[in-house]
């Protein structure tokens, strides 16, 4: 489990692919009305939830908003863009950028130079 996510949040970014995927095979194939009737609004409910949660989510960063906004693949979008973005240190208010300090080669430097004893 992604303690980065609500769980709510990932389950509607797979549900709102799935959905879109259900339609547009079922458009292009058979078209069976019933299919288009749940998987119709199960994608639109889908996505009105990722958009709303994704914008609620104090620590996207406002590309993962903006991407929220694209229908199908925006939920997944975002939540890599959030991931992405704690793993650089985003969520720092940019001190750290992600980096970590390299350590300093001293061996050839003088004593006195030299932290260690």
Known sequence: MDPRHPRSLRVAARTELISLIVMLVNVLT?????????AGPTHGCA?????????????????AKALAL?????????????????ASGAGTGGRSHGR????????????AVRDDP
């Open 70 to 86: 694209v229908p199908g693949v925006g939920g997944l979008l975002a939540l890599r863009r959030t991931d992405r973005a704690a």
């Open 30 to 38: 058979v078209h069976l009305e019933p299919v288009s009737s749940l």
């Open 100 to 111: 970590t300090p390299r350590p300093v080669h001293t061996a050839g430097l003088p004593a």
């Open 47 to 63: 996505y009105l939830f990722v958009v709303i949660a994704t914008w609620r989510l104090r620590r996207a960063p406002a590309a």
